[in-house]
Structure formats: C-alpha cells, structure tokens
C-alpha cells in the first residue's frame, strides 16, 4: 500500500507497534532490519533483545498469590 | 525469494501401533477400509486408546498416512467413529473447565508473568538435562512440524478485521514468504541439530495421550467452525504465553551449551510472539467479541482448556523426569 503513510500504534503497557518491513537505527548508529509484518519495539527499556520487545514488561507475581492479585483487580 | 529452498519429495508418515480396541479398529479401517467399527462409549476421553484413535483420523486431513487413499479423510464411517469420539473429549473439557464470559480477565491473567513457575520449561532453564530437553523437542514436534495448520483453517470462518490480523500472524509463522523462515522448517532445523528425526510423524508412536491430546484440541476446534471461538481461545492462549516460554528454552539451551542452530527456532519465537500477542489481543480477539459478543464463553473455553491440557502435559513429563523416567513411550536414541 504504497499510498498509505505507515500508522505507528503506542500500546499503554508495553512496546511500539511499527508496520513492517522496518530498518531500526540504534542510538550508536548501527541498523537493525524487522522484516516482521509487524514489528514490536521495546519502550520499556527492560527488554533484553533491544531493540525488540521480549514481553518483560509484564506484571510479574507469585502464582501462589495470583489469585488474590486477580482478585483484588 | 522464489525458488533456493530445498524441495523434499512429500512423504506421509505411516500408521501408527494401536494402543487399545478403539485405536486399533481405526488404523485397521485406515489401512483396509472401513469394517464395523466399534462404539466408543465407555473409552478413557484423555486415554491413549481415544486419544491415539482421534489423532489418526485428524491427520487425515493434513498430510494422511502412507498406504492409506487420500478419499479415506470423507469416508463416512471414519467421519462418524471420529464426531463419536471428539464428543466424548470434548463433554469431558466442557466438564472439567469452569464456564465463563469475562474474556478481558482471561487475558489479563495470561499476560502476569509468575516468578516461580513450575512448568517443564522452567524445569529444563534451571536443571534439565540434554535428554529431557530432546524429549520435549520430540513430544512438541507432533505439533510444530505442522506449525499454524490447525489454526488456518478458522481463517474461512471469521471476517474483516479480525480475519485480517490472524492472516498476519498466520503469514508470519509461514515464513512471510520465505518458506526456510516458516515455523515449521525451523522447528526440524532444531530437531536436526538435536540429533532427532525430523521426519513428519516420526514421533508419532512415542507420543504420550497428553501429547496427543493438546495437538487433537487444536484439530477438533480448527475443523469445526462451532467451535470457532475456542479455536481463536487456543490460538491467544499459545500466542500470550510462548515469548516468555520460549525464553526459558532458549536459556536452556545456552546452558546445555547446544549449538546456535538448535536455539534458533525457540529465539526467533520470543521476538515474533512478542508481536503475535499484541496482534491476537488487539487484532482478532477484540473485533471478533465486537462482531459476535456471544462467543465470547467459547474463548475463555479454548483458553482454559488448552491451559488445562497444557497443564497435564507439563506434569507428565516432570512426574517421570523426576524419577529419571523417559516421558515418551519409546525413549529417544542417544
């Protein structure tokens, strides 16, 4: 869709959704291609696959207590 | 990307050994067609025999079997002994697993991510041995050499939107063109690297009921468009839990010092389910609940269920890896 401009989604909890193909360049220059129909780049900073999202933005919690952590949302 | 790839002669798989009365007529009416087939009332829902029996006759609508007519897939008495016995499994779930409509805390549960997990990938990141970790290589390949199939076939039965986005994420797991980026040539990429047969099926006589019985979930919900809400249920459950999962395996195999060709497949999954979970919440689950708000009790029941025999996967193989058991039925070959 050569005519449409690339819409960027923010997501509240987690990582930036960018349409792909995408080349990334990193803060020290270098490129790194997505060619993902969708890319999810990390905005929490906790991701140890930078600049990718890895997923460790989730909540993390005891499974022992998880129940009541559900329970009390 | 046309063209390049290595192109294997396509080979089917052959039948499997029986494992009771129910599997044993269906191999036999498989290979020499349909005689009276017994009634399967009275069989274990979750036991090898049913679960084996189900297995065979949903295979015959992905790749079949050597020496079994391609025509046997429509064959109205292996279509009627296979509705008999899903429905025996399929009343045994609707039993076990707890109704609900609330798809939004379904999810929400899905993505917390527990610190002390117990599961057989959090076993094989801390101690598993090489061994443990084939085996699981080996249950896991009845699926992933057939990665994304079960699930295409929900695609004819959704619309707009939320067909569109599953297209994406499907797309992706086919290599998104490329078909020595598809899941599947990735995950025999890994079986090679392992040392395992990457044959279609090669693991089929070693695979428990547990094993059979999560792959043959998938099968039941993709080919029945009834049961199209669970199906998309299953699809999120998978596509919400695999980064982390695949995480630990990748962890794993950094561990046991494997080589970069065993841990590309289990690598790749982190980043690109990473994505597949943002585009199942927001892409196919939330418009398809907006265009049909009544399946909703059929998600939460695809992710429950699919949870639930995940589960009883997962303590198969930590029950007998406790106690220096093989989890398959036929140990893998050093």
């Known amino acids: 869709m050569p005519d449409r401009v690339p819409r960027v989604l923010l997501t509240d909890e987690g990582p930036m959704l960018v349409p792909g193909p995408v080349d990334i360049v990193l803060p020290d220059g ?18 140890r696959r930078q600049p990718f999202c890895d997923t460790s933005h989730r909540r993390k919690a005891r499974t022992g207590g998880e129940e009541t952590d559900r329970a009390r949302r | 990307m046309l063209g390049g790839s290595t192109v294997r002669p396509f080979e089917a798989a052959p039948l499997p050994q029986p494992r009771g009365p129910l599997s044993a007529a269906v191999i036999s009416a498989l290979r020499r067609g349909p005689e009276v087939l017994p009634p399967v009332d009275g069989a274990d829902p979750y036991g090898d ?12 609508h992905y790749r079949g079997f ?4 391609d025509d046997r897939e429509w064959d109205p008495a292996l279509v009627t002994i296979r509705v008999a016995a899903e429905r025996l499994f399929l009343d045994a779930l609707r039993a076990e697993v707890a109704p609900s409509d609330d798809v939004d805390a379904e999810l929400e549960a899905l993505l917390v991510e527990p610190v002390d997990g117990t599961g057989p990938s959090w076993y094989l990141a801390k101690e598993g041995e090489r061994w443990q970790l084939r085996e699981y290589v ?13 699930q295409a076939w929900v695609i004819a039965r959704l619309d707009g939107p939320a067909k569109a986005a599953l297209v994406t994420v499907e797309h992706d797991e086919y290599g998104a063109g490329d078909p020595d980026r598809m899941h599947a040539r ?3 990429d890994m079986m090679r690297a392992l040392d395992l047969d990457d044959g279609y099926g090669a693991y089929l006589d070693a695979a428990p009921a547990e094993t059979l019985a999560e792959v043959n979930f998938m099968s039941l919900c993709g080919l029945r468009r009834a049961l199209r809400g669970a199906l998309v ?11 982390p999962g695949s995480d630990r395996l990748v962890r794993a195999m950094r561990r046991l010092e494997l080589p970069d060709a065993a841990i590309a497949f289990y690598a790749e999954h982190v980043e690109a389910d990473a994505v597949h979970e943002q585009l199942v919440r927001r892409g196919v689950i939330a418009p398809l609940l ?6 909703a009790g ?37």
Do not use: N
């Not at chain 1, 291609?33 to 999810?40: I, K």
């Not at chain 2, 050597?66 to 007519?69: D, E, H, I, T």
């Not at chain 2, 080996?138 to 079960?150: F, G, I, Q």
């Not at chain 2, 459950?237 to 980064?243: A, I, N, Q, Y």
């Open chain 2, 66 to 69: 050597a020496g079994v007519p």
């Open chain 2, 138 to 150: 080996a249950h896991r390949s009845l699926y992933h050499l057939k990665e994304a199939d079960p």
């Open chain 2, 290 to 295: 907006a265009t049909e708000p009544a399946l």
């Open chain 2, 233 to 243: 249920g299953q699809f999120a459950t998978v596509e919400l839990t695999s980064s």
């Open chain 2, 186 to 188: 990735l995950f025999a």
């Open chain 2, 298 to 334: 059929d998600v939460v029941f695809g992710i429950r269920a699919s949870g639930l025999l995940a589960d009883r996967f997962g303590e198969r193989l930590l029950r007998c890896w406790s106690t220096d058991r093989p989890s398959l039925l036929r140990p893998v070959p050093a």
């Open chain 2, 49 to 60: 025999d049913l679960q084996l029996a189900l297995y065979c006759l949903y295979e015959m």
């Open chain 1, 30 to 47: 270098r490129c790194v291609r997505s060619d993902r129909p969708v890319t999810a780049l990390c905005t929490c900073r906790r991701s």
